[in-house]
Structures are given as structure tokens and as C-alpha cells.
């Protein structure tokens, strides 16, 4: 009888190490399919995403550039205001538009070769605008340069029109020079910027862009010149000698 309780408990002792370790197998396979269906979820979500940006990506316009820059930031400046203009008609049969806030001077000369004498200045910035119409006996404009002494042709010399004539621009001795020929009358404005370069410039080019030329209703007369502005705008000076 004593053999045989030894042997019960024996066995007893056997299941309940056999449950144990039947125990622990079972937890570590659920463990084990816990964390592979955590790692699952975690791929198809990272896959999810990925195809859901791709598709997001690919339906947005191909040129759209995306840039967290304003676009008003972009030139770095904000544009000027255009200056209201104001329409000068000079007697020798031509016209031009130049910004009201300037003072147009009509110069007087004795010189009979000459014309029509403007001058244009500003009163905030330095620097100014001549404008000389004078008699040539030039038959090319780049004779001009031959036949000035005094200067030499310069390496930037640019070919313009100025209105329906051919004419140059170049730089000389701190200025800038345009000038043209028409049919034995030479013109040239000479625009002597000083410290305002960028300004001067600027007006210069509107002056040469709505130039244009227009039949005199009367033989022009340097001591009775007209404009279509008024006198206070255009100074009419006395009479000055010019060789």
C-alpha cells in the first residue's frame, strides 16, 4: 500500500509539472502573436500613410511650386508709384512727356543754329536733363563721334530709335548721351545724373519712349517759344549766348 501512495505522488508531482510547463507554453504563444499582430498593425499603418502622401502628391498640379514665402516678399522690393506725366509740344515740331513734379526751363539763345534749349531739373533731386536741337551738316549719326573733338566713340555705344530716327546712347565723362539725326536737325539730351543716377535714368527713358515728332503750327521762333503747358510750368529764360 505504501508503494502504491509513493507512486501517486509521484505522479501527481509529474501532471503538475507537465500543467506548469503546459502553462507557460501557452502564454508564450500568446505573447508571441500578441506582438506579431502589434508589428502588423504598425506596418500596414506606416504603408497606409505612405500610399495615402503618394496619392496626394501625384493629384496636385506637376508646376505648382510650393515656396512658405509670401509672394509679395519674393522681389524683395516693393515697386515705385508711377509719377503722373505731363505733355510738353516745343515749337521746332516735336513733343515729349516728363513727370509734372519737374521744372521744365525753356532756355532763350541768340544762337541761330540752335533750335529749341531745354532743361529739365527736379527740386529734391540733384542732377539734370538738357535737351538740344540744333543744325548739322552731318549726313550719319556715327559721324558724330569723328567729328566731336572733344570725344571718342565709346565701347557702349547702343543703337536706339528715337521716335522713327535711328540715334545712339552712350556714356561719356560721368553723363549719358542720346543722340539722333533727322534730316539735317541733330538732337541730343544729355542727362548729367550727379548722386541720383537710378532717377535720372528713369526719367530720361520716359522722355525717349513718348517722344515723337509733330508739325509746327508756325515757324518755330526761339524768342516766342510755346508749349501746351502752362507758363507758371515752363521758365522761358533770357537770351543767352551759346558758340
Do not use: C, H
Not at 50 to 63: A, D, M, R
Not at 66 to 95: H, M, N, R, V
Not at 132 to 150: A, C, G, M, P, R
Amino acid at each position: 500500500m505504501t508503494k502504491i501512495k509513493n507512486n501517486r505522488l509521484k505522479n501527481k508531482k509529474k501532471l503538475s509539472i507537465i500543467l506548469k510547463s503546459t502553462t507557460k507554453f501557452k502564454k508564450n504563444v500568446i505573447l508571441n502573436i500578441m506582438n506579431k499582430r502589434i508589428l502588423l498593425g504598425l506596418t500596414s499603418g506606416t504603408l497606409l500613410a505612405i500610399i495615402v502622401l503618394f496619392l496626394s502628391l501625384s493629384k496636385s498640379p506637376k508646376n505648382q511650386i510650393y515656396s512658405p514665402i509670401p509672394q509679395s516678399l519674393k522681389t524683395g522690393a516693393t515697386s515705385a508709384p508711377k509719377q503722373k506725366l505731363k505733355e510738353y509740344k516745343d515749337p521746332a515740331g516735336f513733343k515729349f512727356s516728363y513727370p509734372e513734379s519737374l521744372k521744365l526751363i525753356n532756355k532763350q539763345t541768340n544762337n541761330q543754329n540752335i533750335y529749341s534749349l531745354l532743361e529739365l531739373t527736379s527740386p529734391k533731386n540733384q542732377g539734370k536733363i538738357e535737351i538740344k536741337v540744333e543744325d548739322t551738316k552731318l549726313t550719319k549719326i556715327d559721324d558724330w563721334f569723328s567729328n566731336n573733338q572733344e570725344s571718342t566713340k565709346p565701347a557702349d555705344v547702343k543703337k536706339i530709335k528715337l521716335a522713327d530716327i535711328e540715334g545712339r546712347q552712350f556714356s561719356e565723362k560721368g553723363k549719358f548721351l542720346t543722340i539722333a539725326l533727322d534730316q539735317g536737325a541733330l538732337f541730343t539730351f544729355t542727362v548729367t545724373p550727379d548722386k541720383d543716377k537710378n532717377f535720372w535714368s528713369d526719367i530720361n527713358d520716359k522722355i525717349i519712349q513718348s517722344f515723337s515728332f509733330e508739325l509746327p503750327e508756325s515757324m518755330p521762333d526761339n524768342t516766342s517759344a510755346t508749349s501746351d503747358s502752362s507758363e507758371e510750368d515752363v521758365i522761358f529764360e533770357g537770351e543767352e549766348v551759346i558758340e
